[in-house]
Structures are given as structure tokens and as C-alpha cells.
């Protein structure tokens, strides 16, 4: 029990220090749930439920986790002024970023994506082909047509999800080197106020 509170502890003081620290553990029980979900998902193969079911699957973990985040973080405390629009900015980043990777997460899995896409009535069955896939089979006599679109939207899914990485993390270097160029002042103060702590 004591081990459960002071990882809790530790945890609290190394959000207040950085919100950043804190979307690590998110984000590693988001793929936890990710893949405990995966194991269960069956897509309705009607259009309608399909894409009402994966909207709910998308937005609604992507909500919760950018709302714990807000608690943790709390980026609106800080008012208007340099050093708290660089805190307001950094907690807030450190909000986006879980929901964006469980969007990142459904997108790379691709069955999702697919089952929106699926716009015929079938049953949802486990195809052992090569790869084996689980997919709605059409009612009909379309069935290779159907295995061929649903193969095309598991790629479709998983291009969309390495373009949001890619973009991501075009975003997050392009934020980090421009925030360092603008301000150089600050790191040069820290390393001399370290070698002073240092010497003494």
C-alpha cells in the first residue's frame, strides 16, 4: 500500500512540475485499452450502427483521457503574461496529446476505419485467408469484391495513421526548435545558475 501512495505522490509532483510527465502513463494505458478493445470489437455490419458505433469508440475514450488530462494539467490557471502563456501553452499541449494518440492507435489498427467504411449488410466472421482477417462478409455473392475493399480500408486506415504521426511529429520538432531559437536567453540563465550551484 505504501508503495501505490508514494508512486502516487511521486506521480503528482512530477505533473506539477511538467503536465508532459503525466501523458507517459496515459498514453501507455490508453494502449493497453486499445488492445484489450480490439480483442472484443465486432463491427454491426449495418452502416448506420457501424458508424455510430466507431464515432462513440473514437471520440468518447479520446474526451475522457483529454479531460483527466485538463484536471492534471490545468492549463487555464495561468493568466495572460510571457512566462504563463509558455506554461498555458505547454499544459495544454500536454492535453492533446493523449486523445491524439488513441486517434493515432484506432487509425493504425485500421479495423475501425474499415467498418465505417463497410456500406453493405453482412455478418461479421473471422476469414482465416493469407493474412487472416476478421471483416463483414456480404450477404451476397460479392464476397471477394468485399474481402478486396475491406483490405483497401485497413490500408487506407493505417496510411492515415502514419500520416497524423508523421504530422505529429513534424509539428512537435517544428514547436520545440522554434520555441529554442526564440528563446535562447532562458537555457543560457539556467546553465549559468547550474554551474553556480556547482561550484558552491
Not at 501507455?28 to 470489437?41: P, V
Not at 495561468?78 to 487509425?107: D, H, M, N
Not at 465505417?116 to 471477394?144: F, H, L, Q
Request: net charge positive; glycine share 6%.
Amino acid at each position: 500500500m505504501n508503495f501505490l501512495k508514494d508512486s502516487l505522490l511521486r506521480f503528482g509532483r512530477m505533473t506539477r512540475s511538467s503536465p508532459l510527465h503525466a501523458t507517459v502513463p496515459v498514453t501507455f494505458i490508453l494502449m493497453g485499452a486499445e488492445k484489450m478493445m480490439g480483442l472484443e470489437f465486432s463491427c454491426p455490419c449495418q452502416p448506420q450502427l457501424n458508424l455510430s458505433l466507431v464515432s462513440f469508440m473514437f471520440s468518447v475514450p479520446a474526451l475522457l483521457v483529454f479531460t483527466i488530462m485538463l484536471i492534471l494539467a490545468r492549463p487555464c490557471k495561468y493568466t495572460c503574461g510571457c512566462c504563463s502563456c509558455r506554461k498555458f501553452a505547454e499544459s495544454f499541449l500536454a492535453c492533446l496529446i493523449p486523445p491524439t494518440v488513441w486517434f493515432i492507435l484506432l487509425f493504425l489498427d485500421g479495423r475501425y476505419l474499415a467498418c465505417v467504411m463497410t456500406n453493405w449488410n453482412g455478418m461479421y466472421v473471422s476469414d482465416m485467408g493469407d493474412p487472416p482477417v476478421r471483416w463483414c462478409e456480404p450477404v451476397g455473392s460479392n464476397k471477394i469484391k468485399g474481402r478486396r475493399l475491406h483490405q483497401d480500408f485497413i490500408t487506407y486506415s493505417k496510411i492515415m495513421g502514419y500520416f497524423l504521426l508523421f504530422g505529429i511529429c513534424l509539428v512537435i520538432v517544428c514547436a520545440v526548435c522554434c520555441w529554442d531559437c526564440c528563446h535562447p536567453k532562458e537555457q543560457d540563465v539556467e546553465k549559468v545558475s547550474d554551474g553556480e550551484t556547482r561550484q558552491q
